[in-house]
């Protein structure tokens, strides 16, 4: 797998960082997480917080893992020999 490089990564903390503020904004422009809590009617609690996480990461480790496979197979060429493309 190809090294990820230093402007890659920053970009990548970036586009998180960026993205999680954005929720943040969204939460607090609403009123913060009572007025959030208060209008869906339900409750966050750390249980909660866990237990979407434990639904999440066999998505999470499954797309990195056919990642890794179409990464490793599009590092190999296509064919074995220059012959096999050709017919007898």
């Given amino acids: 797998m190809a090294t990820l490089?230093?402007?890659?990564?920053?970009?990548?903390?970036?586009?998180?960082?960026?993205?999680?503020?954005?929720?943040?904004?969204?939460?607090?422009?609403?009123?913060?997480?009572?007025a959030v809590s208060q209008a869906t009617g339900t409750g966050m609690s750390v249980a909660d917080l866990l237990g979407g996480i434990v639904c999440v990461l066999p998505f999470a480790f499954g797309g990195l893992a056919v990642y890794r496979w179409i990464a490793a197979r599009a590092r190999r060429p296509l064919t074995r020999s220059s012959g096999a493309t050709t017919l007898p």
């Fill in 5 to 34: 490089t230093r402007a890659v990564g920053t970009l990548s903390a970036l586009g998180a960082l960026v993205f999680a503020g954005a929720f943040i904004a969204s939460i607090v422009g609403f009123g913060g997480p009572s």
